[in-house]
Structures are given as structure tokens and as C-alpha cells.
Nanobody
Framework: QVQIVESGGGSVQPWGSLTISCLAS????????VSWYRQGPGTATGTERE????????????EYRSPVKGWLTISRDDAKNTVYLQMNDLKQADTAVYFC?????????WGQGTQVTVST
């Protein structure tokens, strides 16, 4: 079963940038599509996880939720078994725990999340 570990979170000032990572182990990662979610007080869903974006297995398709479209980018490096979430122009409402979910067929695996805090 795939093991997922998110990393790269931390504190950043408003309008700053941050790139977080999702590392997979134990599998051939290029067989997995990957989604990023977040859960935080300033997000639209509050205490529930909300989908941020998605990248397909073959990297030929990425999708983003409308509220975040334009200020974040999802990419992947299958040679490193890693998917990245690059975030720009961060706002305090973006403060949340960011999670990565890897999916292959009927199997999905979550990481423990990485905290991103946007504050002055």
C-alpha cells in the first residue's frame, strides 16, 4: 500500500509564496492520480476538507477549484515519486492543514497533512 507524506508547510506572510510536497513510497507513483485538499477555519468548508486541485496520472490534466484557480499550480515528478503544490499570493484565509490523496482504481491513500499558516 502506498505511504504518503506531505512536507514543506510552515509560516508565511500574506502575499507570500510556498511550495509543499507529497512524497509517495512503496508504489509505482505514475499509476496514481493525486489530489490536494485542505482543512482550516478560513476555508469555504470550515472543519471539512475541501478539494484544492488535482493532477492526473500522466500529467496531461490538472484541475483547480475556482476560488484557487490562478494562484496555485500542481505539478509532479514521478522520478522522485513527488507531487508539488505551489501557492502564490497567500492570504490568511489560506491557513489550513494541506493533505494529499493518491488514487489508483478503487484504492486511495491519504497523508497526515502539513500545516500552512499565513500571518503577519
Amino acid at each position: 500500500q502506498v505511504q504518503i507524506v506531505e512536507s514543506g508547510g510552515g509560516s508565511v506572510q500574506p502575499w507570500g509564496s510556498l511550495t509543499i510536497s507529497c512524497l509517495a513510497s512503496g508504489v509505482t507513483f505514475n499509476q496514481y492520480s493525486v489530489s490536494w485538499y485542505r482543512q482550516g477555519p478560513g476555508t469555504a468548508t470550515g472543519t471539512e476538507r475541501e478539494l484544492v486541485g488535482f493532477i492526473s496520472r500522466s500529467c496531461d490534466r490538472t484541475e483547480y477549484r475556482s476560488p484557487v484557480k490562478g494562484w496555485l499550480t500542481i505539478s509532479r515528478d514521478d522520478a522522485k515519486n513527488t507531487v508539488y503544490l505551489q501557492m502564490n499570493d497567500l492570504k490568511q484565509a489560506d491557513t489550513a492543514v494541506y493533505f494529499c490523496k493518491a488514487v489508483s482504481g478503487n484504492l486511495d491513500s491519504w497523508g497526515q497533512g502539513t500545516q500552512v499558516t499565513v500571518s503577519t
